[in-house]
């Protein structure tokens, strides 16, 4: 059985669920979340996509994004995939959430209600290669140099939420601080 994926109105309120490529191809609004995961030098968590993954495959991003389950919360969601993906399990904290549109390539359309999430982390990464090529740690101004020196090398999503990030992400000690600027 294929993925299914939660379809959203504007208010983030169930409509009911569907194929999640067929939802990509029509471009249909869905739940999903981001995360973004920092470390206690305030860098920023980011991985590479692997070139397996049915859309923007070696490209940039942030630490972790995904759609949670028919019937899963987002907290569920958010834990299971940070796992699944990277091997790293952390506290959570909500920061926002928006709705965009975008397309991508294979001719898919990204059309999420997209939860925002922070955390910190500190210990090792294990990498699953199904879903991440690569990972790394970043400082905000070297982030930013790439972001604009290299804006093909990263997600559409990921570049869409760190413009609204900034001087959203809640206050964390140094969690999230060299990124609000």
């Not at 973004?36 to 923007?56: A, D, T, V």
């Not at 942030?62 to 990277?86: D, F, I, Q, W, Y």
């Not at 930013?144 to 090398?153: A, C, G, I, M, V």
């Amino acid at each position: 059985m294929s993925k299914q994926v939660i379809l959203v109105d504007e208010q983030d309120r169930e409509l009911g669920v569907a194929d999640k490529l067929s939802v990509h191809r029509a471009g249909e609004l869905h739940r999903a979340f981001s995360i973004f995961i920092f470390n206690h030098n305030g860098e920023m968590l980011l991985q590479k996509r692997s070139p397996k993954k049915y859309h923007s495959g070696r490209l940039w991003s942030n630490a972790c994004c995904s759609h949670p389950e028919p019937g899963e919360t987002l907290a569920a969601a958010t834990a299971r995939r940070l796992e699944e993906e990277l091997g790293i399990k952390c506290a959570l904290t909500k920061a926002f959430d928006f709705i965009y549109q975008a397309r991508v390539n294979n001719e898919l359309i990204e059309h999420e209600f997209d939860h925002v999430y922070v955390g910190r982390y500190e210990g090792e990464v294990s990498a699953n290669p199904d879903e991440v090529a690569n990972y790394r740690w970043i400082n905000a101004e070297a982030l930013k140099s790439e972001l604009l020196r290299n804006p093909q090398d990263f997600t559409i999503w990921f570049k869409i939420v760190m413009e609204k990030m900034r001087g959203v992400v809640p206050q964390h000690d140094k969690l999230s601080t060299p990124f609000q600027n």
